[in-house]
């Protein structure tokens, strides 16, 4: 089982930018890819970013150009940097990891990120 640990959200104006990061822990070596997702009030789960073990990387159209994933395979550890936030990007965002290894899925307790305007 991969226990995640996020970290990095909080309170920004428009315009700034935030990095959060998803510790893993537990069985890490049996994860494939990670990714963020991210819930808004009233809307679905969707997906932001995603990464895998091989580097390869996926965006939802609306942050492309603006959020960077990245993983640390030395400190198990992935990345969202977020940068020229907007107030729309305000929600919960949750780290995700696919693994090889029962449950298949994994998931951070979530982090609140918040845009003014």
């Known amino acids: 089982q991969v226990q995640l640990v996020e970290s990095g959200g909080g309170l920004v104006q428009a315009g700034g930018s935030l990095r959060l990061s998803c510790a893993a822990s537990?069985?890490?070596?049996?994860?494939?890819?990670m990714g963020w997702y991210r819930q808004a009030p009233g809307k679905q789960r969707e997906l932001v970013a995603a990464i895998t073990s091989g580097g390869r990387t996926n965006y939802a159209d609306s942050v492309k150009g603006r959020f960077t994933i990245s993983r640390d395979i030395a400190k198990n550890t992935v990345y969202l940097q977020m940068n020229s936030l907007k107030p729309e990007d305000t929600a919960v965002y949750y780290c995700?990891?696919?693994?090889?290894?029962?449950?298949?899925?994994?998931w951070g307790q979530g982090t609140q990120v918040t845009v003014s305007s």
């Open positions: 995700n990891a696919d693994t090889t290894a029962p449950p298949y899925d994994s």
């Open positions: 537990g069985s890490p070596f049996s994860i494939n890819a």
